[in-house]
């Protein structure tokens, strides 16, 4: 059972597949074209999008295209109706993003069934979903466990994604980056709070102990396949380009690059808010900070001044 | 003004229309609990939408199709 959007410009037809998914017991809502479609499923997302393609003003291929193309809605599963004989607009409804076909005239076993199918995919896909913001929670747990850097999580989010968007870098990069924000320090849950808390230096075994939260990161990510362009980025933003950070020691372009835009926002913010160790420096303090970590070979210096020029400057020194 | 279908707008929504027929009259003939008199005349409305539907699609195949051919 799930909540089901039918969309049909003839409520005849709307009603007819009501009448066929009634025994099942979903919840279904109507819609009579694809622009009012898209209002209801942003106001309150379905399980499950049933749409006729031939519709006026905003068609079937255009509304599916747009649910696919939201972040927010992308996993909602979309059947679209076509007639049996039209392979042309099963092409376009492919290329548009649709899930599954259903012909008319119905065959009312066929189309329960696989509505009842694509409503299970649907359940798995929410449970992973929610299995991901279990570890977001953790990692807000761990900030929350260390009270001097308030707001970090969020800020990283919020600079990393910024930088993956001034890069040019594609809709899944910036997602992981926004997602990496929240989620690099998800390890330091695994250290010790007599380690992590610690005002003043660190011994040699603190430091190897403080070292693992990037591996215990990863294997804590690891689990959740919807993670896996996160996980990089757990892994590796503590690592230098000269090959002298950790866990792995990687040199160069062996540092995923989402790492690196992760590593230079975090260091940055790190800098610039007061910590048990250090007290908080001024932002032109860590741009220069960043620019003679780049001159050592820690960091790519194009990367650091895509940052201080188009990030920090709209974060550090606003209006 | 006096809005004009094409031939294809047309073809689509007549078939919709008989679908719809057709498929109300299943879920009508699925209900275990009709008479024998009203079957037979539902079975008479499922007829004529089916009839209607192949009618249809003699007179109006798909561009670039003929009636019967599924594949090339």
């Known amino acids: 059972m799930g909540s089901v959007l039918i969309v049909d410009d003839m409520p005849g037809s709307a009603r007819l597949i009501e009448s066929l998914l009634a025994p099942d017991g979903h919840t279904i809502r109507t819609a009579g074209d694809g622009g009012e479609a898209l209002e209801l499923v942003r ?10 393609v031939m519709m006026p003003l905003v068609d079937g291929f255009e509304a599916c295209r747009a649910i696919k193309q939201n972040p927010e809605t992308r996993l909602i599963p979309v059947v679209l109706v076509t007639s049996l004989d039209d392979t042309d607009s ?63 999580c969020q800020r990283l989010s919020r600079y990393g994604s910024a930088l993956g968007r001034v890069l040019g870098l594609d809709a899944d990069a910036v997602s992981a980056l926004s997602r990496g924000g929240f989620l690099h320090d998800v390890g330091k849950v695994g250290i010790p709070d007599a380690v992590l808390l610690k005002p003043g230096p660190l011994t040699v075994t603190e430091y190897a102990l403080m070292h693992e939260h990037t591996v215990i990161g990863d294997r804590l990510c690891g689990t959740l396949r919807s993670l896996r362009n996160v996980r990089p980025i757990v892994r590796h933003h503590h690592e230098r380009l000269d090959g002298s950070g950790y866990p792995d020691g990687l040199r160069g372009d062996a540092v995923p690059l989402l790492a690196q835009v992760m590593s230079i926002a975090d260091a940055f913010d790190a800098m610039t808010t007061a910590r048990p160790y250090l007290p908080a420096r001024p932002a032109a303090w860590a741009a220069e900070e960043l620019r003679r970590e780049a001159s050592r070979g820690w960091r790519r210096m194009d990367l650091v001044d895509a940052f201080l020029d188009k990030v920090a400057q709209s974060i550090a020194f606003p209006g | ?12 929504d007549l078939k919709n229309q008989l679908a719809i027929i057709r498929g109300f009259a299943e879920l009508l003939l699925a209900d275990a609990t009709e008479s024998q008199q009203r079957r037979r005349d539902l079975e008479e409305i499922h007829k004529a939408a089916v009839s209607a539907l192949a009618l249809l699609d003699r007179l109006y195949p798909v561009a670039g199709t003929e009636p019967g051919e599924h594949a090339r």
């Open chain 2, 1 to 12: 003004m006096t809005a004009v279908m094409t031939d294809e707008r047309a073809r689509h």
């Open chain 1, 90 to 152: 099963r092409v376009r409804g492919i290329e548009a993003g649709a899930d599954d076909f259903v012909s008319k005239p119905f065959n009312g076993v066929e189309l329960r069934a696989r509505v009842r199918s694509l409503l299970r995919i649907k359940q798995y896909t929410d449970e992973l979903d929610s299995a991901e913001s279990v570890i977001v929670s953790l990692a807000l747990t761990i900030e929350a466990r260390d009270g001097t850097t308030g707001g970090h």
């Open chain 1, 43 to 52: 106001g309150a997302p379905p399980d499950l999008v049933l749409m006729d």
